[in-house]
């Protein structure tokens, strides 16, 4: 049961983070396929970071990890630019963006990091070697039954993200911000009649799309994995995605959605293990996802709404 | 104004080279492959090498021009052979994505679509000992119904609730990849390579090891079939009932209504048809090219492909160009990497940059057509100026406002 | 001069084809209402958008509280306080009013006294007290999607209250509403004038000049035509001035010799897109050698009509006859087949493809059949021949012949090509709506010649029109629609324009 939670909370939060990022760029009206680019590019800027930083830091030292964490946050935020710039300053179809996006995020991280080992490690490898993010165990909580799996073995950047979407929740629903943003999604046009200028709201969301991302994909590096390469991230742009819609576009409900996922399939590992089946019957775990998501549109598709003006093209002549 | 007047001689220029809307079907497109391909250049020169040696090794690599030496048996055709055994289902995959593009639709599942064409039919023909005469249509037929099958799940998914099929597609990619990963790794395993058990050489769309003048070579059967595919696709679209009508929906459905077409009966037809092409995508791909499946593993062939298709302006002969093009930066890498020592990943950030700067193409259309627009409208204020009206005044608010506007 | 709180000077405004103000001076004092009057594309719009800012006039000048104009933006305008209603309104669905109220200019208080938030309570109460104060009557924390069209333009004028405007536009605020919004709507324009508010109210209908307004300009074919005090002048001079005395489109019109009942319409009802009904029982029938016209105002239900005899909205109730043919539900194909033309209202949006060439255009609706389409095949050639011989017979004008992209064609061009189209079908019931919408006078007799010689060519016509005059010179039977029911069907020569302009304003009989 804590295996579960432990699990579950690891997997289910950085891809949370990711999905939120997705919420900020598709409730402003910026359909976002390209969130698997971003956290790619993010979490490459992050581990070369802490690659190039490793003489600095005493061995063991936590310090690292969060500064590669504030960089795949800035780097997801730049590279967010491209997609930026092409659906909104170039007008360009915001699906076929999204797919570019990340075709050439992963040309680009597996070429510079096969070049940065080789030029500077003179190694040749296309991964980054990274430790593994240590753990906490809060003792007297950890023993409660059930919920003690919320305080054992629980990765630092848990609560990280704990807070970043805390004040993404409030950026998003309290702030002048957030209201503007959230109108874009619907009505760009009544927010241009207000006043505001619609591009440049946009262009922040995608940009903070980037850097949620940005942050899931470095959680994803160090706690599941220990090292950065392209094969760690390709697929998790999707599922947030997924998991975005399940929620609704709403980031209590995402959350939800993402616990839900994490949950199950850590439950599902789980039994797998308990039966004795084959760890080939975990593939099928993984769809879970997928399929819950599909039979939510199909049956819900009533209560399933996408912002109103996603994936318009705003054209502020036209009225 | 005066900003204007500096810079009136390079964009008259470049007026006339991209020139009007018909070619600038064909200009922008070429202008992305002309940037990417200095972009890339410029990378070989930083990483220190001949930008020459690199893409002409490129060349060599995909048999279009002599490499120094051979191994024994080997040749220039073996590998112009093996690159058109790659090409091919580059071919089927951008041909399926522009048929959906056609009606408004964007197939975004076409690996999965590949996939699942590609598994049913490996273990219902590859696996059997059915002489090769009648496996390798079989193989043929099994893929393009399955592929058609998924294609019009998404389409009967868009129109029936509603969900938009880039969507569905993405759901659908991961349900199949790990359905069939699992029954993969749980009936169908090779041991050794941990991947499925290679197919029977009587079902492969591509035969091995055919001698032809002393070089061992592949011929892949399929290439034929995708060459047809291209006609047939171009005679579909242009030239008939059906692909006046899909055309029709996808530029303006409410037209389309007005007009008396059926709008979901195309919707169906064009996923139908889309997931056909994906599904000999996925033939000659799992069953010609590879003779296994990877399981957890989408090819990158259907993502490519909605690329190759926007460079191809979501015309056939125009994909066959782009896809041609596409496929020798991606198959020649592996040559230009092991001769010349420059990375592969080279070649696939020279793609990528060429699909970026084709996604600009939009934006450089209509660049072009309001500059276009700003050149008519001087000459027809110089032409009124001579009238003695008060042109300039004109012209400069209207210029002004187009600032505004932007 | 400096009781005018607005005055515009020899303001022209000219768009690509058309000069949409023509040399506009006026000047508008405090606290009045000031009405704009004109028909549908008088450049009413277009002038009190150049004073929103929307606009930059070409020529002319315009001086608020004395003060020269220098930059045309709407956010200046609002700083300046000017707010406008427009005709579509900008509304974010999802948000509640308040939310939508004070999108842009929103006030922040601090959660525990440092974090900047939005101060959504403090705005619900004044939402709710200006609401109030104006007799508006709306629950700030509804959300929009759940209101209906006259309580969103509630919120739209709370929009302007809220930012203090005080010289108030309204773009055709009636067009949408019930009589009884009207009422209602007038009454708030009242009130707000005795508040000091300056209104202006454009709008092409008479009725409701009369009863607020205490100025009226009346602009004709983008020009100034008139100034008047409405207490001082009749519905009748004002209607004279608006239609314009010296440009008459009379034709030459031969006797109308009608022949059996082609169209019938019995009980007709059809719902819009959320239930609401729209047309309530209509019935009419149309002969051949006949024009039917259906005079209304904008947004009456005569569009449903003509789009539900066209299959493209479904009837919710009633029964459509071609000849003896029941086509109620049949396919728009099969409707077609059976006898029926349509010239969309909305060219652009349902008539054309404005990616294909003029010649795929003019084929959309004989491309299945033979010769252009023999076994599922289409034969370009013959497109080609068909097209080339449509555009010579009817003067179509484009760049590249029958391969222009129609996207660069005019609008003008374009509605020949749908004209074009349909005549050529040959069908015996040809339904127009709004055939001259948007179009310059000389392709406007273009088409009102052709649409009598089709109808002297015995078809059976439904025409279907804002424009009163084009009704009044071209219809053989006139039917008054308001509020989705015929008010009143009689032969064209029992009917004048005033009659015809009071039932459309909902006048029953008295």
């Known amino acids: 049961m804590t295996d579960i939670i432990v699990n579950g909370m690891s997997f289910a939060l950085p891809l949370f983070i990711i999905a939120v990022g997705g919420i900020f760029s598709e409730r402003s009206g910026v359909t976002n396929l390209a969130l698997e680019g971003f956290l790619g590019a993010g979490a490459f800027i992050g581990a070369l970071f802490v690659v190039l930083t490793s003489g600095w830091f005493s061995p063991g030292s936590q310090v690292p990890m969060y500064l590669a964490m504030v960089f795949a946050m800035i780097g997801g935020a730049l590279y967010a630019v491209i997609h930026a710039v092409l659906c909104i300053k170039f007008k360009a179809n915001q699906v076929i963006s999204g797919v570019v996006v990340n075709i050439l995020a992963i040309a680009l991280t597996d070429f510079l990091t096969s070049q940065v080992n080789a030029g500077i490690f003179g190694q040749s490898s296309d991964k980054f070697v990274m430790t593994v993010s240590g753990r906490l165990t809060f003792q007297p909580l950890a023993n409660i039954p059930v919920i003690g799996g919320f305080f054992t073995n629980v990765y630092p950047f848990e609560f990280i993200i704990i807070i970043v979407a805390m004040i993404s929740w409030y950026v998003m629903y309290r702030s002048r911000f957030g209201l503007r943003l959230r109108a874009c999604g619907d009505n760009p046009y009544a927010v241009d009649a207000a006043g505001c200028n619609v591009g440049r709201l946009q262009f922040a969301a995608v940009m903070i799309s980037g850097a949620l991302s940005g942050l899931g994909g470095m959680c994803f590096a160090y706690s599941v994995f220990g090292n950065y390469s392209v094969s760690i991230y390709t697929g998790y742009g999707y599922l947030a995605i997924a998991a975005m819609i399940f929620g609704n576009w709403k980031i209590p409900f995402t959350l939800g959605a993402c616990l839900l996922f994490g949950f199950a399939r850590a439950a599902g590992y789980w039994l797998i293990q308990l039966m004795g089946l084959p760890g080939a019957y975990s593939d099928l775990i993984m769809t879970l996802p997928y399929v819950l998501t599909l039979l939510l549109l199909i049956f819900f598709s009533k209560n399933n709404r996408a912002p109103r003006a996603l994936g318009e093209i705003y054209d502020k002549g036209k009225r | ?406 | 001069m400096d009781e005018y709180i607005v005055e515009m000077r020899h303001v022209t405004k000219r768009f690509p084809g058309i000069v949409a103000n023509d040399d506009v001076s006026l000047g508008i004092k405090k606290g009045e209402i000031f009405a704009l009057l004109g028909e549908n594309g008088a450049g009413k719009s277009t002038l009190m958008s150049i004073l929103f800012g929307m606009y930059e006039p070409d020529e002319g000048e315009v001086y608020i509280r004395g003060k020269k104009v220098e930059v045309f933006s709407p956010n200046h305008a609002t700083a300046m306080n000017i707010g406008m209603v427009h005709q579509h309104f900008k509304l974010v669905s999802n948000y509640t009013i308040t939310e939508n109220i004070i999108l842009g200019m929103e006030t922040k208080r601090r959660i525990g006294g440092f974090l900047p938030a939005v101060d959504v309570a403090s705005a619900n109460k004044k939402v709710a007290e200006l609401s109030k104060r104006f007799g508006l009557e709306v629950n700030p924390t509804q959300k929009i999607e759940d209101l209906n069209v006259s309580m969103q333009q509630r919120v739209e004028i709370l929009k302007m209250l809220y930012r203090e405007a005080e010289i108030l536009i309204f773009d055709e605020p009636t067009a949408v509403l019930t009589p009884q919004e009207i009422e209602f709507l007038l009454d708030i324009i009242r009130e707000m004038r005795r508040r000091g508010k300056t209104i202006i109210l454009i709008t092409h209908k008479l009725e409701e000049i009369k009863k607020v307004a205490d100025r009226c300009a009346i602009l004709c074919r983008g020009r100034l035509v008139g100034m008047c005090d409405v207490a001082e002048t009749s519905t009748k001079q004002m209607a004279e001035m608006m239609v314009g005395r010296e440009v008459s489109f009379a034709q030459e019109k031969l006797p109308a010799s009608f022949g059996e009942t082609l169209l019938k319409v019995e009980h007709l009802s059809v719902n819009n897109a959320d239930g609401f009904p729209v047309v309530n029982d209509v019935s009419f029938s149309v002969r051949r050698g006949e024009i039917f016209a259906i005079a209304g105002v904008a947004g009456n239900g005569q569009v449903e009509v003509a789009d539900a005899i066209a299959g493209l909205v479904a009837a919710a109730g009633g029964r459509i006859f071609i000849g003896e043919q029941e086509i109620t539900d049949e396919t728009v194909r099969q409707r077609n087949e059976h006898g029926l033309a349509y010239i969309p209202e909305d060219r652009q949006t349902w008539g054309l493809i404005l990616n294909f060439t003029l010649s795929e255009n003019l084929l959309l609706k004989r491309y299945y059949q033979e010769p252009y389409c023999v076994k599922g095949v289409l034969h370009r050639e013959k497109f080609d021949e068909k097209s080339r011989e449509l555009i010579e017979a009817f003067d179509i004008r484009s760049g590249q012949g029958e391969q222009t992209t129609v996207r660069s064609m005019s609008g003008g061009n374009q509605q020949k090509a749908i004209v074009a189209r349909e005549l050529d079908q040959n069908a015996p019931c040809i339904v127009f709506v709004q055939p001259t919408r948007g179009l310059d006078i000389g392709a406007i007799e273009h088409i009102h010649s052709q649409i009598l010689a089709e109808r002297d060519k015995g078809k059976a016509i439904l025409l279907v029109s804002l424009e009163l005059d084009e009704i009044m010179n071209l219809a053989d039977t006139i039917g008054v629609i308001y509020n989705g029911q015929l008010l009143k069907t009689a032969p064209a020569e029992e009917l004048t324009a005033n009659e015809v302009g009071r039932f459309m304003m909902g006048v029953r009989e008295e």
């Open chain 2, 1 to 406: 104004m005066k900003r204007q007047t500096n810079g009136s001689r390079p964009v008259k220029l470049f007026l006339a080279v991209m020139g009007d809307e018909k070619r600038q079907n064909i200009s922008i497109p070429l202008f992305a492959i002309c940037l990417s391909l200095i972009a890339g250049a410029l990378l070989m020169v930083l990483l220190g090498k001949n930008p020459v040696d690199g893409y002409r090794s490129l060349l060599q690599g995909c048999g279009m021009l002599m490499k120094e030496k051979y191994a024994g048996g080997k040749g220039m055709l073996t590998d112009f052979m093996s690159y058109l055994d790659i090409w091919t289902p580059m071919i089927f995959a951008s041909l399926a994505v522009a048929v959906a593009y056609k009606a408004g639709l964007f197939n975004i599942g076409v690996s999965g679509q590949m996939l699942l064409g590609g598994f049913i039919a490996s273990v219902t023909v590859g696996y059997s000992d059915l002489p090769g005469i009648v496996a390798k249509p079989l193989v043929i037929l099994v893929c393009v119904v399955a592929g058609a099958l998924a294609g019009s799940l998404i389409g009967l998914l868009k129109y029936k609730f509603n969900i938009n099929e880039v969507v569905s597609a993405i759901m659908l990619n991961y349900i199949f990849q790990y359905v069939i990963s699992f029954f993969i790794l749980t009936f169908f395993v090779n041991p050794i390579t941990r991947q499925s058990e290679s197919v029977g050489e009587n079902a492969r769309l591509t035969l091995q090891n055919v001698e032809i003048g002393g070089m061992k070579t592949v011929v892949p059967l399929g290439f034929v079939l995708a060459l047809g595919a291209v006609a047939v696709t171009h005679y579909f679209i242009h030239h008939t009932r059906t692909g006046f009508e899909l055309k029709a929906v996808g530029a303006n459905p409410k037209a389309a209504v007005y007009a008396g077409i059926n709008v979901k009966k195309n919707i169906m037809l064009a996923m139908a048809l889309s997931g056909a092409l994906s599904g000999l995508a996925g033939a000659t791909y799992y069953l010609g090219y590879l003779s296994s499946i990877q399981p957890k593993t989408l090819v990158s062939t259907g993502f490519d492909a909605i690329a190759v298709c926007l460079l191809g302006n979501s015309n056939p002969v125009g994909i066959l160009a782009a896809s041609f093009l596409i496929t020798i930066i991606t198959k020649g890498g592996m040559y230009m990497n092991s001769s010349i020592g420059v990375p592969q990943e080279v070649s696939s950030l020279i793609t990528g940059l060429m699909l970026l700067f084709a996604a600009c193409g939009v934006y450089i259309r209509a660049r072009l057509a309001r500059a276009a627009d700003r050149q008519k409208q001087e000459e027809k204020s110089m032409a009124s100026a001579e009238d003695g009206s008060a042109p300039g005044q004109q012209a400069a608010e209207q210029t002004r406002q187009e600032e505004v506007q932007r």
